[in-house]
């Protein structure tokens, strides 16, 4: 396992969230809180940054779509990149490529499961 | 401090300097000083001997513990008031007539005789003994005994000086001290078994969210499994498979988002949503849309609740099964067929349960022919780490399939089992698994070969 480690940056267009290691049920509440510290504008950005994840369970997914609750909330939107293929399927196996914006790892194979 | 220090500097240069002139005046002082305080101290040890000198018998008689002097055979030849007045007993009623055992309780006596006694004789000296003293009105008082055996000068033992102090308040505090374990030991045993029953509801519970068993289907084998990844952790799996009344079998296998009694709440709420939904539904896309609609009315805001599922149909067509099912976000179906390949029904563009309004079920659909087997699972099976680190994936479980097909439905719920077990702890979450399938051709009970 890898302890889940993030870092908020502002940016001129919103907020840039970096998640590296496991986002399981057990860092999942963590995700949250710093979620719930970000603040935009209207119109604004929350971009998570997926480049230096390891796992993702249904925690984890369940943290992203909190995420993206709050973040229309505020008028904002969310999107995902540098995901990784195998968080690319998953999210493309639950749905979720039709409510998400994703940016996966250039050049990964992220074929369809099936 | 400081002024200590001053003065005593002080009084060091004036000795210095004036030597010759103050020391005479000086000394006189100190004298007269003592003098005054050997009067005081005399005054005051004259007042304390007056006290002490003509009480001896009276410190002995109401001293603040019992006094009592037995010959060597026992008998009291000497006891003090404070002893009498414990036991309620005239002077005359007990010296020379009875003996220190004569005053225990039965129990005493016979640790006396057997302990205290023989001990006394070869040590000299027994201390802080427990005993309970029988009291002239049948009272028992516990007290603390310590005796010593007199010797004359040539060595012969002469009396038993024994004291006696009250234990009372000792005995209070120990039984005191016995009581609160006593109680520390049923708080105990309550809250073991308060464990236990909640331990019970819990396993009550946790079937209660899973049929008690599967159906009989005819013409078809249908096996099933639920491991739970901690057994006090209510998992969010389901599963269900249940006639339709028209000869047809609706069936759903699926996974709530989290762990514990809110997701067991969930689980029960889509068990009988999409069961009540499926007797109704045209198929299976439309129960899991009758589905989407509870979950988002029930759960909404920061708290999203939901789950993937897999919900379908059977309709037996000759010796055939027709399928269609539609995923909400669920791994797709796996299929052992009879001629020996494995491989997936693809469930595209099904979004999870109950966090968009309107989702778009597609519905797909497949035949199972003799000796073919349709596999449900969730997430736990692809999701397991394994020992060698890396998660096992779905690609690893076609390919484990490939090497199981053909095989019956328990046949393939055991292989999958054992594969399971194989992750040992690296099976951390919840997992489930139905087998629905055709008993080949040449096996009329159990699975496939």
């Known amino acids: 396992m890898t302890d889940l480690h993030l870092t908020t940056q502002r940016t001129p267009a919103g907020s840039v969230l970096a998640v590296a290691g496991d986002l399981d049920h057990d860092s999942a509440g963590r995700f949250r809180g710093a979620v719930a510290l970000i603040a935009l504008q209207p119109g604004q950005l929350l971009t998570v940054d997926f480049g230096g994840l390891t796992f993702c369970d249904s925690s984890g997914i369940t943290a992203l779509i909190a995420a993206r609750n709050q973040v229309h909330e505020q008028g904002a939107d969310i999107v995902l990149t540098e995901v990784p293929a195998v968080t690319v399927r998953i999210l493309r196996l639950l749905g979720l490529d039709q409510i998400f914006r994703i940016q996966p790892v250039p050049g990964a194979d992220t074929d369809p499961v099936g | ?449």
């Open chain 2, 1 to 449: 401090m400081c002024g200590t220090t001053d003065g005593e500097s002080d009084r060091a240069d004036r000795s210095a300097h004036d030597k010759d002139q103050d020391q005479e005046p000086g000394r006189e002082q100190d004298k007269d000083s003592d003098a005054s305080g050997d009067d005081v101290h005399d005054a005051e040890r004259a007042q304390f001997s007056a006290l002490l000198e003509d009480s001896a018998e009276d410190l002995y008689d109401n001293a603040p513990c019992g006094y009592l002097s037995t010959l060597l055979d026992g008998r009291i030849a000497k006891v003090n008031t404070t002893l009498l007045d414990w036991l309620g007993h005239t002077r005359a009623e007990l010296v020379g007539r009875k003996r220190f055992s004569d005053l225990l309780t039965v129990g005493g006596r016979l640790y006396h005789e057997t302990h205290f006694a023989p001990l006394l004789a070869m040590q000299g000296q027994v201390s802080g003994i427990a005993l309970e003293l029988k009291a002239a009105d049948g009272s028992r008082l516990p007290v603390l005994v310590t005796s010593v055996v007199k010797t004359g000068t040539d060595g012969q033992p002469l009396l038993i000086r024994t004291t006696v102090f009250d234990a009372r308040d000792r005995r209070a505090y120990e039984q005191e001290l016995l009581r609160a374990r006593k109680e520390a030991e049923r708080a105990q045993e309550v809250a073991e078994a308060e464990r236990m029953r909640l331990h019970q509801v819990l396993a009550i519970l946790q079937n209660s969210l899973l049929p008690p068993a599967l159906p009989e289907v005819p013409g078809m084998e249908a096996a099933a499994y639920y491991h739970t990844a901690s057994a006090d952790q209510l998992g969010g799996d389901f599963y269900d498979l249940f006639a339709l009344g028209d000869g047809r079998w609706g069936f759903f296998l699926g996974d709530v988002c989290g762990k514990g009694p809110e997701a067991a709440a969930v689980t029960s709420l889509i068990r009988y949503t999409l069961r009540a939904a499926s007797l109704h539904a045209g198929d299976p896309a439309q129960a899991l849309d009758t589905l989407n609609a509870a979950l988002l009315e029930r759960y909404t805001g920061n708290d999203p609740r939901y789950c993937t599922t897999i919900a379908g149909t059977l309709t037996p067509r000759g010796g055939d099964l027709h399928v269609t099912v539609a995923s909400g976000g669920h791994p797709p179906a796996l299929l052992l067929r009879a001629d020996g390949t494995a491989h997936y029904l693809p469930t595209p563009g099904g979004m999870l349960v109950g966090i968009m309004p309107r989702p778009h079920f597609t519905p797909a659909t497949t035949v199972l022919r003799p000796g073919d087997t349709m596999l449900l699972y969730t997430d736990g099976l692809t999701e397991a780490r394994t020992a060698d680190g890396p998660r096992y994936s779905e690609e690893a479980l076609h390919a484990f399939a490939g090497t199981l097909a053909p095989a019956g439905a328990q046949q393939t719920v055991n292989a999958m089992t054992g594969l399971l077990e194989s992750f040992g702890d690296g099976l951390d979450d919840d997992t489930a698994l139905l087998a629905l399938g055709i008993p080949a051709p040449d096996t009329h009970t159990g699975g496939a070969r």
